[in-house]
């Protein structure tokens, strides 16, 4: 903070200060977007229940997919993927919300599975460049505030020719389902912290990957997206 402050005094410069507004606005959004989250920690596995029956079948299918052993998962939640990580892969688990990380702590402990969690930003992640082998992220880019800044992090953190995989809602291409998804997404954003008519596909292109390529899972609103670095 003391850095940021000097910095902007030594600019001293109107329009420059103006510049940085839209990263403050950013951090406010993250900020709400945790403290969403934070209270819903407790119930949200019951929440997610009725569409959980069907993710289980997506979230196995995906970690089959997975290659590599040392794996970073963002918005990891309460630990929804714990149970397919494995003993053979070595797990750092993040999330930006401690309550949220929490649960998955106890998931993992319940399920005997081991790894490293710790509380991280998926637009500022705390790695350094190249230091995984893939990155899974699931139900994640909905809500973060700044997605394509999230997704060129996880480009960033992850060895080249690296995997990224993820599982998100999406912007559908059905006219009609097209039309209330985007009327009822900042109602959503609001009440439940999640954009609903976010095109992550593009975004991940946006983000530089040198491929991208995605298979619908329902209608074409759940997709999985698989990327290399
Ligand atoms: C809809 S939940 C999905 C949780 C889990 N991945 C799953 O599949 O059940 C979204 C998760 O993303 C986390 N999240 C939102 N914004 C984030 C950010 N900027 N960085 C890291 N995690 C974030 C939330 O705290 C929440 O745990």
């Given at each position: 903070m003391g850095q940021l402050e000097s910095s902007r005094s030594e600019r001293g410069s109107r329009d420059q200060k103006k510049a940085d507004r839209p990263r403050k606005t950013e951090d406010r959004q993250t900020g709400l977007v945790r403290r969403r989250y934070e209270r819903?920690?407790?119930?949200?596995?019951?929440?997610?229940?009725?569409?959980?029956?069907?993710?289980?079948?997506?979230?196995?299918?995906?970690?089959?997919?997975?290659?590599?052993?040392?794996?970073?998962?963002?918005?990891?939640?309460?630990?929804?993927?714990?149970?397919?990580?494995?003993?053979?892969?070595?797990?750092?688990?993040?999330?930006?919300?401690?309550?949220?990380?929490?649960?998955?702590?106890?998931r993992a402990a319940e399920e005997g599975?081991?790894?490293?969690?710790?509380?991280?930003?998926a637009q500022n992640l705390p790695y350094p460049d190249n230091n995984f082998d893939a990155a899974v992220a699931t139900f994640v880019f909905c809500s973060v505030p700044d997605p394509v800044q999230g997704l060129w992090e996880l480009r960033r953190v992850v060895v080249p020719g690296g995997q990224i995989l993820l599982l998100e809602h999406v912007l559908t291409e059905i006219p009609v389902l097209r039309f209330l998804m985007r009327l009822l997404d900042p109602l959503m954003a609001r009440l439940w912290g999640a954009h609903i008519s976010r095109e992550t596909v593009d975004n991940v292109r946006r983000a530089g990957f040198s491929t991208v390529s995605d298979t619908?899972?329902?209608?074409?609103?759940?997709?999985?997206?698989?990327a290399r670095v």
């Open positions: 819903l920690a407790r119930i949200y596995d019951i929440t997610q229940w009725p569409m959980e029956r069907r993710a289980h079948r997506w979230r196995r299918d995906l970690w089959e997919r997975l290659e590599g052993e040392n794996i970073l998962e963002v918005g990891a939640g309460t630990g929804a993927n714990i149970p397919f990580y494995g003993a053979e892969r070595k797990m750092t688990v993040t999330d930006i919300a401690p309550k949220m990380l929490e649960q998955a702590r106890g599975v081991a790894g490293t969690f710790e509380i991280a930003d619908d899972l329902s209608l074409d609103i759940v997709k999985r997206v698989e």
